[in-house]
């Protein structure tokens, strides 16, 4: 069956650093879709990504979703103690019906 | 925040006791779903339920019984449970059509402590 591995599981950034995690799939995908945890909180939806190669930013935060649709990276610039939390992603395969395969997410702490 | 509520937040049961958890969702969706979030583990999906219908069961132990009335509200109905269930329930809710998936809202969730 598909599945998403997400890597790393846990990241300590110092303040103002760069940092990126990578979500690879098992097999082609439909979608991706991240989400955010902050501590003590619930997933929440930060962005899909369809098409392949497709790339989008949300302010420090730049999205990429593979050539062949099977992995994706989130990029953070310039962290701020206010990206703290968990960031999943999530995969859609071709032949599922509303179903996301979740990732184990990567774990981010911010030194300040 | 969320258009996505969950009752209880909290819920301490014995291993003989018989609870049930509720979510309901004001967004109009078309699917609602069950996930188990365990420490250092990923979400694990339980239950899909696709207008009213189940249309996922992931291997759930049947002491895990789902019930989704109408397109706005979904129970998971708990007894005989085992410490091991001991977790994060999280409630959410999409709109979705074939192959196709749109964002999923999750509610802020029951966090269930099994003695």
């Known amino acids: 069956g598909q599945q998403v591995m997400q890597i790393p599981q846990y990241q300590h950034v110092q303040e103002g650093e760069d940092f990126t995690t990578y979500c690879n799939s098992s097999?082609?995908?439909?979608?991706i879709q991240w989400y955010k945890q902050r501590p003590g909180g619930h997933p929440v939806f930060l962005i899909q990504l369809v098409k392949s190669g497709e790339v989008k930013k949300q302010k420090r935060l730049t999205f990429q979703f593979g050539e062949a649709k099977k992995n994706s990276s989130l990029h953070i610039t310039a962290t701020q103690t206010t990206d703290v939390g968990t960031y999943f992603c999530a995969g859609l395969g071709t032949d599922s019906w509303g179903k996301l395969q979740f990732g184990a997410g990567t774990q981010v702490v911010v030194t300040p | 925040e969320t258009g996505v509520t969950q009752t209880p937040r909290h819920l301490v049961m014995g291993m003989t006791n018989k609870k049930s958890l509720k979510c309901e969702q004001h967004?109009?969706?078309?699917?609602m779903y069950w996930y188990k979030q365990s420490a250092k583990k990923p979400l694990e999906l339980m239950f899909v339920?696709?207008?009213?219908?189940?249309?996922e069961n992931n291997s759930v132990p049947s002491r895990f019984s789902p019930e989704c009335p109408n397109s706005s509200h979904l129970f998971l109905h708990l007894h005989t449970l085992q410490p091991e269930d001991s977790a994060l329930y999280l409630c959410?809710?999409?709109?979705?059509?074939?192959?196709?998936?749109?964002?999923?809202?999750f509610g802020p969730g029951t966090r269930l402590t099994v003695t």
């Open positions: 967004l109009g969706h078309n699917a």
């Open positions: 959410a809710s999409s709109q979705v059509r074939l192959a196709a998936s749109y964002e999923q809202y």
């Open positions: 097999t082609t995908l439909s979608n």
């Open positions: 339920y696709s207008l009213e219908e189940r249309v």
